[in-house]
């Protein structure tokens, strides 16, 4: 207990001292965060480095510990901290070169890969979740998902004054607590050192903050409390395994989860930047950054509290705290109010998602149809009959001069059921198109069903016009009849 005391105290020492030293050195070789118009609104630059001081902060303590002549402190000859060292370093170097000379996204991802697997082959093993274990290899994939995903988690989540520094610190305090409520001395002595440096490092990150982490300080943080949690999870006797670590680390994974969802369902890249974050989330609703900060404070200590209730009482009530957890996550994300995943509940629940398969799987073997084509007639007769397959009110295809027509099912629309329909019309090569009808109170999938046959169309046509090397479709594909078919529109 005397080198856990140590090693948080001269942590919390050396980092209240580095931090001014590092904050002035950045502002002297321009290593600083500018503000702009959309994700960064601090008012005047900011440095970008206070990773150094706490990566500084962390090895002094273990240094001086190493060292001192402490009556009754432990001698700094634990596996773990010598497994983590390494692996954190190749963290920080990666995020402090993106800090000062800028990496892309595959880059960074490439440096961590590379630190996770230092960090399985010293012994941090993600070795299952939820009472399925990850037995042989299938180990170290998981645990490489698991530190990457950790390390973004904070990194992403960085972008309030102080939010990734406390969120840190309480995640730290909950290991802490966890490792010594297991007698795991190795685990506490690794995470004291880091509770001492992110507590003073809070004292110049808090808004207004005079300093930020950084890649190198967030990254490194993120990747230390994955390890943490992969070697907490090692030790623990319930068989929900890395639940009570994923507890700890709730806020920044629920944060980069729902972050991946929201661009997967936009269409964007996943890795790219965006203001739809929880905290942007809370600041659009008028929240000052100092209270969107104390809340997800808050949050965060909820989530402590049920990550040591269930390491405490070895997985008794540990389906009531997730239910109560899951619960609470709930009603913090329709607070949010995302709009994604309303729309996605809305075409899940309402049944539009059936309706929109069922349209794609009607037409797929229209598809089939269409590829086999070679003539006019042939792709007009796919077209008609899917357009009836689908319900549409009517269709019409011009080509090479010659327009054909199909009135659907139910014969010629009255002028009033014309005038309520929806009108598509898609061009084709050579000066070719094809356009259809459909009510206004039908489904839209289905529309979209049609004008993916249609783009098979486009693309096919294409690809024979490029072959013959001619200007038009008309050279390609020769009229028999110089006729409409069924019917002029």
Not at 102 to 131: M, T
Not at 210 to 238: E, M, N, R, Y
Request: proline content about 4%; overall charge neutral; glycine content about 10%.
């Amino acid at each position: 207990m005397y080198s856990i005391i140590f090693l948080t105290v001269t942590a919390f020492i050396c980092c209240l001292i580095l931090t001014p030293l590092v904050r002035r050195l950045s502002q002297r070789i321009g290593a600083l965060d500018l503000p702009n118009a959309t994700r960064k609104l601090h008012a005047s630059p900011i440095p970008r480095t206070g990773g150094i001081a706490i990566a500084g902060a962390y090895l002094l303590a273990l240094g001086l510990l190493a060292v001192a002549p402490l009556k009754g402190a432990m001698k700094i000859d634990v596996p773990i901290i010598i497994a983590l060292l390494p692996a954190a370093g190749v963290v920080f170097a990666t995020g402090l070169m993106d800090d000062f000379m800028g990496l892309s996204a595959w880059e960074k991802l490439f440096g961590q890969i590379g630190a996770s697997c230092l960090a399985y082959w010293g012994g941090v093993h993600v070795i299952g979740f939820g009472g399925f274990q990850a037995e042989g290899w299938w180990s170290l994939p998981l645990t490489v998902f698991w530190l990457v995903a950790c390390a973004n988690a904070f990194n992403l989540i960085d972008g309030v004054d102080g939010l990734a520094t406390g969120i840190g610190l309480f995640a730290t305090f909950t290991t802490l607590a966890a490792a010594l409520l297991q007698n795991n001395i190795a685990l506490a002595m690794a995470m004291a050192p880091l509770l001492g440096a992110l507590l003073a490092f809070l004292r110049y990150n808090f808004n207004p903050a005079s300093i930020f982490l950084g890649d190198c300080g967030s990254l490194t943080i993120g990747f230390l409390l994955g390890c943490a949690g992969a070697v907490w999870s090692q030790k623990s006797a319930t068989i929900l395994g890395m639940t009570a670590p994923l507890l700890a680390l709730a806020v920044p994974l629920l944060d980069t989860s729902i972050a991946v969802v929201r661009r997967f369902l936009r269409h964007q890249p996943i890795f790219g930047a965006d203001r739809g974050h929880v905290h942007h989330k809370l600041l659009d609703r008028g929240f000052s950054p100092r209270v969107v900060v104390l809340v997800l404070y808050g949050f965060c200590g909820l989530a402590a509290t049920f990550s040591l209730l269930q390491t405490a009482t070895n997985d008794r009530f540990s389906p009531v705290l997730l239910v109560l957890f899951c619960a609470a996550v709930w009603i913090g994300i329709q607070f949010l109010g995302y709009i994604e995943f309303d729309a996605a509940r809305r075409i899940v629940m309402g049944g539009a998602f059936r309706k929109f398969l069922s349209a794609h799987i009607s037409v797929g073997d229209y598809e089939k149809r269409m590829s086999a084509a070679l003539k006019p007639e042939e792709y007009w007769s796919v077209l008609r009959d899917a357009s009836r397959a689908l319900g549409f009110a009517e269709i019409t295809m011009e080509m090479n001069g010659v327009s054909y027509h199909d009135a659907g099912p139910d014969g010629t629309l009255s002028p009033e059921e014309f005038a309520q329909c929806a009108h598509i019309t898609i061009p084709l090569p050579g000066g070719a198109a094809v356009s259809f009808r459909y009510r206004v109170g039908a489904a839209m999938q289905r529309a979209i069903a049609m004008t993916t046959l249609i783009e098979s169309m486009r693309t096919k046509l294409e690809a024979a016009e490029a072959a013959s090397g001619d200007a038009g479709v008309q050279h390609i594909i020769k009229p028999e009849i110089a006729k409409s078919v069924e019917g002029a529109n």
